[in-house]
Structure formats: structure tokens, C-alpha cells
């Protein structure tokens, strides 16, 4: 239960003294994530959860990560923040090699790569959640990948409930067998 000390009115436009004493980092979320961990059955799974904890914002070699939810604060706590649609630019990717687009945030995300719309393999809409879009390989011939996203009709929505993108990750797969 939150107890708001000094009873400002909207957080979201700067009035934050209320939230003066929440830590600055993922202090919580990685609390959060290792409690999850803990319930987890077998060791593989927990180690496998743990890699990815620790490779979050350093995916690996040939690999690309983005927070686009705030180009000031590189913390997971920026998934906090609304994003309007981003525009991500990559020019040094591997034309041989096979990659999968990965995003978080909340809601919607029409991701296009190169101007073409990319089909998910997953599209988890909650807090969170992960959506993965199969980069096809003639769209990066060049070596070059252009992400956008299309704005979803959400002008109904309450801006609090609109989608969002926080996280994105450009994943190079396994080398294919030739």
C-alpha cells in the first residue's frame, strides 16, 4: 500500500516527491525476477532464467539492444514510460545470418522491418511480455535493417492504457547449415 506523503497530483507530469525514496535502478524488478526464479522446478530453468538476466542489455555478439522507452535512463524501470513510435536504424548487421526481433513493453506492436510488415511467432500483450518477430533474410541483404511501427487505432483509449514500446532486441541466431 502506497502512502502518499506529500499528496501530489500527477506523477506522470513531474510530481514525484511521493516516489523520492524508490531506488533508481531494477533493485525491484531483479528482486521481482528472482523470486520467479525461486519457484522455478529444475536447475536448467533457473540458470537458463538467470543467463538471460544477466545477457538483458548485452545480448551477445552480432546482437543489438535498445531501450527506447527513455534515452536518458537505461534501467528495466523505464518500461514505465509511454512511447510513441520509435524509429531504430542498424547498419552493421550480418546479410548471412538469421535473426529474430524482440520487443517488450505493453500492448500493441506493428513492427515493420525495411518497410514490411513482420508476422510475430509470439505476441504476448501484457506488462512485460515479449512479442518475436522472424526476420527474413532478403530484407537485410545489405546489411542494413530499418525498424518502425505502425500506431495502433487506440485514440479511445486513456493514454495510461495505451501501447508501448520499452525494450528491443535485434538477435542473431545460429549460423545457418549450408
Known amino acids: 500500500m502506497i502512502i502518499l506523503k506529500y499528496h501530489a497530483s500527477g506523477y506522470e507530469r513531474g510530481a514525484v ?4 525514496d524508490y ?3 531494477n533493485r525491484w524488478w531483479l528482486e521481482d525476477k ?3 526464479i525461486k519457484k ?3 536447475e536448467d530453468e533457473k540458470l537458463a532464467r538467470l543467463e538471460f538476466i544477466r545477457t538483458y542489455e548485452n545480448p551477445g555478439d552480432g546482437s543489438f539492444y535498445d531501450n527506447i522507452s527513455s534515452a536518458d535512463a537505461r534501467h528495466v524501470i523505464s518500461t514505465q514510460l509511454f512511447q510513441f513510435s520509435p524509429v531504430l536504424q542498424y547498419d552493421e548487421l550480418d546479410s548471412d545470418a ?6 517488450t513493453g505493453y500492448g500493441e506492436a506493428l513492427l515493420r522491418a525495411n518497410g514490411e510488415r ?3 511467432t509470439k505476441y504476448d500483450k501484457g506488462f512485460e511480455q515479449f512479442k518475436e518477430f522472424p526476420l527474413p533474410n532478403d530484407l537485410i541483404k545489405e546489411g542494413k535493417l530499418k525498424i518502425t511501427f505502425d500506431e495502433p487505432d487506440e485514440g479511445h483509449l486513456n493514454w495510461r492504457k495505451q501501447s508501448r514500446v520499452a525494450d528491443v532486441w535485434i538477435l542473431k541466431q545460429e549460423l545457418k547449415n549450408i
Request: charged share 25%; glycine share 0%.
Open 17 to 20: 516527491l511521493d516516489f523520492i
Open 23 to 25: 531506488p533508481l535502478n
Open 34 to 36: 528472482f523470486t520467479e
Open 40 to 42: 522455478l522446478k529444475s
Open 98 to 103: 538469421d535473426y529474430l526481433i524482440r520487443v
Open 118 to 120: 513482420l508476422k510475430p
